[in-house]
């Protein structure tokens, strides 16, 4: 008779996910898993030292507005839209070193938004800004600002009027 040796897999105790606590001026104070911040090796332009950022969804769901928070300054978060549902042909012309710079196998994962910015007293100015627009990895958590430099698209766009177009 034969001695069959069955291997029992080890029982590993679960992983305690890391929950972190940040506060914010507009949203109090958030407490989300660490593995939902961004990270952005180069911040965004005019704001080099900010690298870390957690994405808000809109509220309600299918809302137009997202909210871009600083992770490491709690009275920073720039709004941002997705710009494919106000600017239906909108795209993002990039070279072969930005692709690269991004480290992207599959351009169908990521994630684009433009920041939006609404003068005080004048909301009926909104604008988005389409030259950089934000890329971001949903599955790595990574996120750039890319300056599209060749593009016709500006960085003043008004919102209100493509609204009323898409909508």
């Given at each position: 008779m034969a001695v069959v040796k069955i291997a029992i897999p080890e029982v590993l105790p679960p992983v305690?996910?890391?929950?972190?606590?940040i506060p914010t001026t507009?949203?109090?104070a958030l407490t989300i898993?660490?593995?939902?911040?961004y990270e952005m090796g180069e911040g965004m332009h005019g704001f080099p030292e900010l690298r870390r950022f957690l994405l808000l969804a809109p509220d309600p769901p299918g809302g137009l507005f997202y909210w871009w928070q600083a992770v490491d300054e709690p009275a920073i978060a720039f709004p941002c839209c997705d710009p494919g549902k106000i600017f239906p042909d909108?795209?993002?012309h990039s070279d072969e070193a930005d692709v690269l710079r991004l480290r992207l196998a599959d351009r169908r994962s990521l994630q684009v938004l433009v920041v939006v910015t609404v003068p005080p007293h004048r909301p009926e100015e909104i604008t988005a800004n389409l030259l950089g627009p934000l890329?971001?990895?949903?599955e790595a958590h990574e996120a750039w600002q890319l300056i599209c430099e060749r593009s016709d698209?500006?960085?003043?766009?008004?919102?209100?009027?493509?609204?009323?177009?898409?909508?």
């Amino acid at each position: 008779m034969a001695v069959v040796k069955i291997a029992i897999p080890e029982v590993l105790p679960p992983v305690e996910e890391s929950i972190v606590e940040i506060p914010t001026t507009r949203f109090g104070a958030l407490t989300i898993p660490a593995t939902e911040i961004y990270e952005m090796g180069e911040g965004m332009h005019g704001f080099p030292e900010l690298r870390r950022f957690l994405l808000l969804a809109p509220d309600p769901p299918g809302g137009l507005f997202y909210w871009w928070q600083a992770v490491d300054e709690p009275a920073i978060a720039f709004p941002c839209c997705d710009p494919g549902k106000i600017f239906p042909d909108y795209r993002i012309h990039s070279d072969e070193a930005d692709v690269l710079r991004l480290r992207l196998a599959d351009r169908r994962s990521l994630q684009v938004l433009v920041v939006v910015t609404v003068p005080p007293h004048r909301p009926e100015e909104i604008t988005a800004n389409l030259l950089g627009p934000l890329v971001m990895d949903p599955e790595a958590h990574e996120a750039w600002q890319l300056i599209c430099e060749r593009s016709d698209h500006r960085v003043a766009a008004p919102l209100l009027p493509a609204l009323q177009r898409a909508g």
